[in-house]
């Protein structure tokens, strides 16, 4: 038997895109299988009883469970660190690793990865988010370095409600940003329909669009000594960067 890629995601437990989302992904790589942890998340704002669904003891809990059946990584398949802070992903890896003894990545760090590597710092940011959850990641990239050429937001307090951006809206919502000709879109939501039009969306537009779902997955194969460029269809981030990072 192939030996098994076992790929733990954690998700938001009112998320309904990332696990048929990231399933589809991986179809073309048979010995890769995701498996997912949910906790509970149920709106995005920064309200107090929002920002503690963020805290340490749940992540760890669905943590875990995935540790139970040993997986090769755990993924944070969410964006809170866009607002919370990138520190906030750094942490939640050491503490994932510490607690399980697996390698942990995220959608945030591994998209901020993509943008450093590649050198794409004048970026455009498409979102459901809130007005204030937009103007504190905005303020969150900017402080990292990064110019924030444009963005589109939903104003949406979510999170169910993101699953029903249809894939039409979100291309809109692509178009509109590009007008500003930023080095890359990023599509940062990971219960958005974002990564199945991101290739679509790079050959009308000329632009690389990195969503979040499909970052957290790139940034999970190359733990796992998966060559990306075997994932096909989902854009121009699994050809560009397909080395491995090993565990």
């Known amino acids: 038997m192939t030996s098994r890629v076992l790929l733990g995601m954690l998700t938001p437990s009112s998320n309904t895109v990332l696990e048929p989302v990231t399933s589809a992904m991986l179809a073309g790589l048979p010995e890769v299988s995701a498996h997912f942890s949910r906790f509970p998340v149920t709106e995005i704002s920064l309200r107090p009883s929002a920002l503690d669904q963020f ?3 749940p992540f760890l809990g669905a943590a875990r469970l ?3 059946a040993r997986m090769g990584v755990i993924g944070w398949n969410g964006t809170s660190a866009g607002w919370l802070g990138f520190d906030a992903d750094i942490r939640l890896c050491d503490l994932v690793r510490a607690e399980t003894g697996i390698p942990a990545c995220t959608s945030m760090l591994a998209l901020n990865e993509i943008l450093e590597t590649t050198g794409r710092k004048r970026i ?6 809130l007005h204030e ?3 504190t990641m905005i303020a969150n990239y900017r402080s ?4 924030v050429a444009s963005e589109a937001h939903l104003n949406d307090r979510g999170n169910f409600s993101f699953s029903e951006v249809t894939e039409a809206r979100i291309a809109e919502m692509c178009r509109e940003v590009a007008a500003a ?3 890359a879109i990023a599509i940062i939501c990971t219960n958005m329909r974002g990564a199945p039009i991101a290739e ?3 050959a009308e537009l000329g632009i690389p669009v990195y969503d979040t779902v499909s970052t ?3 940034k999970a194969l190359r733990i796992t000594g998966v060559d990306t460029r075997r994932v096909r269809g989902w854009g121009s981030l699994f050809q560009e960067l397909h080395g491995q990072d090993g565990g």
Do not use: C, K, N
Not at 124 to 129: G, I, S, W
């Open 124 to 129: 455009a940011l498409v979102t459901p988010y």
């Open 144 to 147: 990292a370095g990064f110019d």
């Open 133 to 135: 959850i937009q103007e």
């Open 55 to 57: 805290t340490e003891a």
């Open 200 to 202: 679509a969306m790079e």
């Open 66 to 68: 995935l540790a139970d």
């Open 181 to 183: 000709r930023p080095e």
């Open 216 to 218: 957290v997955v790139w």
